[in-house]
């Protein structure tokens, strides 16, 4: 099998490589990864090739699976003009070089899985969502939707595309939970607001579990002949009849702030007195304090029907079996 990865050396790219590689080596399966770079130099681990993306308008290479990942973190800086720019341009510039890759290519990819995020949903409180709910119409909800209706141009191509929709996914080695654990280490962390925001989390194994999963059952229907697995009531409305579906990557156990406060600190044994207020927290994040302050209770509905296995399904086992 052959993949493609852009942002292949990220946080989720580079998890998904070495447990993919891992999986296929132990049943003798072959496999061969690339990632889409713009630094034909940059560091990556032996047997995963690189292709540039000057490399990839003239490449004749064919791929089974494309992995569309890149994109600057949401979350990383205050969300300025210019940022709010820089965080489409980031996601549209590689999800275009691809659909260039892919209309131009003789043989077509099996599935195109792209990236996106649970803040498509907007903000909604404690409503429970799944991937047939609704949504609230703000930046974050805005900054996904053009990303994923950019990616479902590919069913244009008779490409089947799976839209995976994150949640804040938990490792200590990076992400939301790679920068608290110095603070709550020293005793200083603390719940957001009033704590009673839900928080929607995935663990990074059961991430790269669930998209080896989605890619795996998919790919094995086409080979039986049998109805793709993206046909349930998580299928997207398409100008086509090629199958494109979301999917929500987070863990089917959702908890408040306050309780991942409490279960961090406790889990680290570490007091957890200190609380930073809302209105700090929108003098201190303006705009992009609603990633902080307001909840989302997303639920994995499509991967609990059919069939996917949490292996850390509660956030306490996450951060022991993560050795956070």
């Given amino acids: ?22 999986r296929y080596q132990s049943t ?10 713009r630094d034909s130099s940059q560091a990556h681990p032996d047997r995963i090739e690189l292709l540039t993306y000057d490399e990839l308008t003239t490449s004749d290479k064919t791929f089974d699976v494309i992995l569309n990942l890149a994109g600057a973190g949401i979350a990383d800086k205050r ?5 709010k720019e820089q965080l489409l341009a980031s996601r549209i510039k590689p999800t275009n070089a691809l659909l260039a890759f892919i209309a131009r290519t003789t043989v077509k990819p099996k599935l195109l899985i792209s ?29 996904c939707d ?27 080695d990076g992400g ?28 990074r194994e059961d991430w790269v579990g669930a998209a080896i999963f989605i890619m795996e059952q998919h790919l094995a229907n086409q080979t039986n002949n049998q109805q793709s697995m993206l046909s349930g009531d998580n299928m997207l409305k398409t100008d ?40 700090l927290l929108k003098l201190m994040f303006g705009e992009m304090s609603t990633l902080l302050i307001d909840g989302q209770k997303v639920l994995p509905q ?15 086992q996450a951060l022991e079996e993560q050795k956070a």
């Fill in 240 to 279: 086509n009849a090629t199958p494109a579906a979301v999917y929500n990557l987070t863990a089917p156990n959702p908890v408040t702030n306050h309780t991942f406060t409490k279960t961090l600190g406790s889990h680290l044994h570490r007091p957890t007195f200190f609380t930073l207020p809302e209105a």
């Fill in 28 to 37: 003798n399966k072959g496999l061969y990864i690339t990632w889409l770079t």
């Fill in 302 to 316: 499509a991967l609990l029907n059919e069939g996917y296995e949490f292996k850390q399904p509660n956030l306490r």
């Fill in 176 to 203: 939301m939970l790679g920068k608290l654990l110095m603070p709550f280490k020293m005793g200083v962390g603390g719940q957001l607001g009033n704590g009673k925001q839900v928080m929607s989390w995935i663990s």
């Fill in 146 to 172: 053009e990303w994923e209706q950019l990616a479902l141009k590919a069913t244009e191509y008779n490409v089947p595309v799976a839209i995976v929709r994150t949640g804040v996914v938990m490792h200590p």
């Fill in 115 to 143: 990236g996106s995020a649970i803040g498509w949903y907007g903000t909604q409180g404690d409503k429970p969502l799944t991937e047939s709910s609704g949504f609230e119409t703000d930046f974050a909800h805005k900054l």
């Fill in 1 to 22: 099998m052959n993949i493609l990865i852009s942002g292949g050396s990220g946080f989720l790219g580079s998890a998904f490589s070495k447990e993919i590689r891992q």
């Fill in 79 to 83: 969300w300025s003009d210019a940022r």
